[in-house]
Structure formats: C-alpha cells, structure tokens
C-alpha cells in the first residue's frame, strides 16, 4: 500500500488530545488528525478569541457550533453560523478568525489547496 493513502478508518474526536494555542486575546484548542499531505482538525475558540496573525494558509473551514467571523486583512468581515463553510486556496488571503461569543470548527488544510500556477 502507498504511504500516501489514508485506509477506512473512524474517528472519536473525544479519544484525540487537545492542544492549546494563545490568540490576540482568548484561546483556541486544536484536536489534529495529520496525514501526509492532509491535516484534518477539530477546533475550538473560546469566548474573545482574536488570532494572533493574518493566516495565508488554504482551508476548508466548517461551523459545527457557534460564530465566528473571518476578517480578511483589506477590512472585509463575515460570519459563519453552523451549517456554513468557507474555503480557500493557500495564499488566495490573509484572514484571521474572531468569535465573541465561542465557536467549534472543522477545520480541513492540506496539500491539495496549494496555490496552482
């Protein structure tokens, strides 16, 4: 079997470790799935979170719970409320997430969504 391949498998996010990461202001925790090439999260902001940088990294980004808004860095701001997605490409924008009140994420980067040229 190629190493690149990822065999039928579940997952109890329950039984995957938390870690943690400091924003602006609040607190995110990441429970990380990697594969090669494919990094599959469940993600955490907790109440006030601002990010600490303007992140170019392609996403599939979907709202499992909460809100959260992305800001792009030209000013430009949505929200997502469960049931919605964002994606983008890597280096396509630099974008930062804030959620007032929480949000969990799924959140879905790999590299498939490397810029094409």
Request: a negative charge.
């Amino acid at each position: 079997m190629d190493d690149k391949n990822i065999p039928f498998q579940t997952i109890d996010w329950s039984q995957i470790p938390r870690s943690e990461h400091t924003g602006e202001t609040g607190i995110a925790y990441w429970q990380t799935m990697q594969f090669p090439g494919l990094r599959v999260r469940v993600v955490e902001y907790s109440a006030g979170y601002v990010a600490d940088h303007w992140c170019e990294k392609g996403h599939i980004v979907y709202c499992l719970e909460g809100e959260v808004i992305n800001e792009l860095k030209d000013g430009t701001q949505n929200c997502l409320t469960p049931g919605m997605s964002y994606i983008v490409s890597d280096q396509l924008s630099s974008h930062r997430s804030i959620t007032k009140t929480g949000v969990k994420l799924l959140i879905i980067d790999g590299d498939f969504l490397k810029l094409k040229e």
